[in-house]
């Protein structure tokens, strides 16, 4: 167990790392946090693009001292991953979804049989969580997002300049078999499939993804679950018109909106990634509202 990992076990009752195999060889640590008390209700997170799911045990850690355990899902080619994304190693969307996140739930409903299951996610992990929750309505209590939204380049400023960047990453990441995301500062290295799902959204506004015919637009239309989104104050990846583009999709879903300032974040910036080091108000109010929507006949 790693030294972060072990300063969390320190505070909280138990924080376990199970290893998640899938049926196509794909392996990697998930990441669990109870609560001294067995838990009502479990967050299962996935990360934004290219950060290790480590980097989510403060959150972790906050989420416990409110009485809400954690699974914190590691993305396929990062971290404990055993796959690294390359010209013999491609994967997109699909094998995220209906493989990767599919295991890791059901490890976290075999860790928890009791306890009631949401889903919540950073950025891109947010956009995922919507899609799979979409198509698993009867597995998830509601949905979490933090510092998230549509990719769509017409929710941005200079929006122009994003959609330029959407065509010129497929074609860099199939000429050189990955997206160098570490080497040029914009998320890890990323398999091409997963970028050639990801900028399609960004251009077209609506979610698609290879090996997958299911209308996602469709069954995002028909989530009805709470949805509870923050926003950081000065988050210009993920500003309020590219969070409302991905709300609108889910028009069923009873939604609220928090935008999260640097008071809550003992005067850090309010930006997509800083609230990571200090998520104690963020997890507060999350554990809050999950605990006003908990269904009690669950």
């Given amino acids: 167990m790693s030294a972060s990992i072990q300063a969390v ?109 949401w889903m919540g996610g950073h950025s891109l992990g947010g956009q995922l969580s919507c899609l799979y929750a979409s198509r698993h309505r009867g597995d998830v209590a509601g949905l979490a997002l933090v510092a998230s939204g549509s990719p769509y380049w017409r929710r941005f400023k200079r929006g122009s300049l994003i959609l330029a960047a959407y065509a010129l990453v497929t074609p860099i990441s199939r000429l050189i078999g990955y997206l160098p995301g570490r080497r040029i500062g914009f998320g890890g290295n990323e398999a091409r499939d997963v970028i050639a799902d990801w900028s399609r959204s960004g251009r077209t506004g609506r979610y698609a993804a290879n090996g997958i015919v299911a209308d996602f637009e469709r069954e995002l239309g028909a989530f009805q679950r709470p949805v509870l989104a923050m926003r950081l104050r000065d988050d210009w990846l993920a500003p309020l018109s590219s969070l409302e583009w991905l709300l609108d999709k889910m028009p069923k879903a009873p939604r609220r909106v928090d935008v999260v300032a640097p008071e809550q974040l003992a005067g850090q910036s309010a930006d997509h990634f800083t609230w990571m080091k200090v998520p104690d108000a963020i997890a507060a109010q999350l554990a809050a509202w999950m605990d006003t929507n908990f269904d009690h006949d669950t």
């Fill in 9 to 117: 076990s320190n505070v909280i009752a138990s924080t376990h790392v199970v290893s998640v195999a899938t049926a196509d060889g794909a392996q990697s640590e998930l990441i669990c946090t109870q609560p001294a008390e067995y838990p009502k209700r479990v967050m299962y997170w996935l990360p934004a693009m290219g950060v290790p799911a480590k980097h989510y045990l403060p959150l972790a850690e906050a989420f416990a001292a409110h009485g809400v355990a954690m699974a914190l899902h590691e993305w396929r080619g990062i971290g404990s991953s055993n796959r690294r994304a390359g010209r013999q190693s491609n994967w997109g969307y699909r094998q995220l979804l209906e493989t990767d996140i599919a295991a890791g739930m059901a490890e976290a409903k075999t860790r928890w049989p009791q306890a009631e299951l």
